[in-house]
């Protein structure tokens, strides 16, 4: 069993920064890809970035300039920088990971962002 465990949201005005952290535990083995989802009220979950095990990095057109995802592979990490915080990126985030040899998705209960004045 994989364990994802967010931190970082919180409470920020537009055109703010926030740093969101995401670290695996339990029997992870290799992980292919970790990323961020995100899901407004009433919407859908949507992918917001992905890293993979290569360093590859995928962000959704909304996000592209002000976001950046990083990991740590030596403490199974995931960080996901925002800036310039909008409030339509007001949402509430999960970090999410796949292993190698799985499609199946590990998901943390998600870290509440909220961008308002």
């Known amino acids: 069993q994989v364990q994802l465990v967010e931190s970082g949201g919180g409470l920020v005005q537009p055109g703010g920064s926030l740093r969101l952290s995401c670290s695996a535990s339990g029997r992870i083995f290799t992980i292919y890809a970790m990323g961020w989802y995100r899901q407004a009220p009433g919407g859908q979950r949507e992918l917001v970035a992905r890293?993979?095990?290569?360093?590859?990095?995928d962000y959704t057109d909304s996000v592209k300039g002000r976001f950046t995802i990083s990991k740590d592979n030596a403490i199974d990490t995931v960080n996901l920088q925002m800036t310039s915080l909008k409030p339509e990126d007001t949402a509430v985030y999960f970090c999410?990971?796949?292993?190698?040899?799985?499609?199946?998705?590990?998901w943390g209960q998600g870290t509440q962002v909220t961008v308002s004045s």
């Open positions: 999410n990971a796949v292993l190698m040899g799985s499609t199946d998705d590990y």
């Open positions: 890293i993979t095990r290569d360093d590859r990095k």
